[in-house]
């Protein structure tokens, strides 16, 4: 019986060599970074969204240079990072009590751990009525695992531009509906890939019309992002059941 494993081990070897083949190999430069929007989203459930992490900005009004998340995917740390500045070098970041009319519900938080049919608000500059004011964070990436990150906006009397910007890939523009007293939320689905794991995905919300004019609070802002990353492909899954098929027969 050894014998005649032996001798067809070379084919076995040959078959996952084959496999190995069908696998698309990481391109040496594979920066790529795709925007799309919804001005018309719906009720967005963050669990199922953000499969490898998701973080909601719901903040007091108190006035502060950065602020980081109100609440996260439970267990998972990627976007805690994230926190939320200002565009305009000086200016600082606020929350509101103002809500919109988006509900976001979840499962899997850290406090509360769970919420349903939540009306979240946002984190804006706040330096109200300006127009070239707004909001940025970066997350990393992996050179090789494409990641789609989604970013719920909003704002008031007031449009929006999205930026999202990764080194080696020129800038991305998405612009936002024109938001009014309603706040109807605008969903933009980042894809993207850097060429190294040291790049960061830069991403800035800025209100580029101010609608309502002077002492209206016209501004824009961010509500919450998720994060995932596709599950490993059927190849690579049966490339590692062949190699301890491969294992297995070496010991016998």
């Known amino acids: 019986m050894k014998n005649r494993s032996r001798h067809r081990l070379p084919l076995f070897a040959g078959i ?27 009720a967005a459930n963050l669990t199922n969204e953000g499969t490898s992490d998701w973080v909601i900005y719901d903040s007091a009004a108190t006035a502060t240079t ?21 565009v305009t070098v000086g200016n600082s970041v606020r929350g509101t009590g103002t809500k919109g009319s988006q509900t976001f519900t979840y499962n899997n938080g850290t406090s509360p751990a769970a919420q349903t049919a939540a009306i979240i608000a946002e984190v804006f500059d706040s330096t109200l009525d300006v127009a070239g004011t707004g909001v940025k964070f ?29 080194p080696g890939v020129s ?21 993207y890939q850097p060429d190294s794991a040291a790049d960061q995905l830069g991403i800035s919300y800025v209100m580029t019309t101010d609608s309502g004019g002077a002492a209206t609070n016209s501004h824009v802002g961010i509500q919450a992002v998720t994060l995932s990353v596709p599950e490993p492909t059927a190849a690579v899954t049966l490339l590692g059941g062949l190699g301890m098929l491969l294992k297995r027969r070496r010991r016998a």
């Open 171 to 191: 800038n991305q523009f998405a612009l936002s509906q024109l938001y009014t007293a309603s706040k109807v939320p605008t969903l933009f689905t980042i894809t």
């Open 138 to 166: 970066s997350v990393g990436g992996d050179p090789l695992i494409t990641r789609t990150l989604k970013v719920w906006a909003t704002g008031f009397n007031g449009q929006g531009t999205l930026t999202a910007t990764l």
């Open 66 to 86: 950065s602020i980081s998340p109100t609440n996260t995917k439970s267990g998972s740390s990627i976007l805690n990072t994230a926190a939320l500045t200002a």
């Open 16 to 42: 996952c060599a084959a496999a190995l083949l069908a696998i698309p190999a990481a391109s040496a430069s594979a920066a790529f970074l795709t925007v799309t929007v919804d001005t018309a989203p719906p």
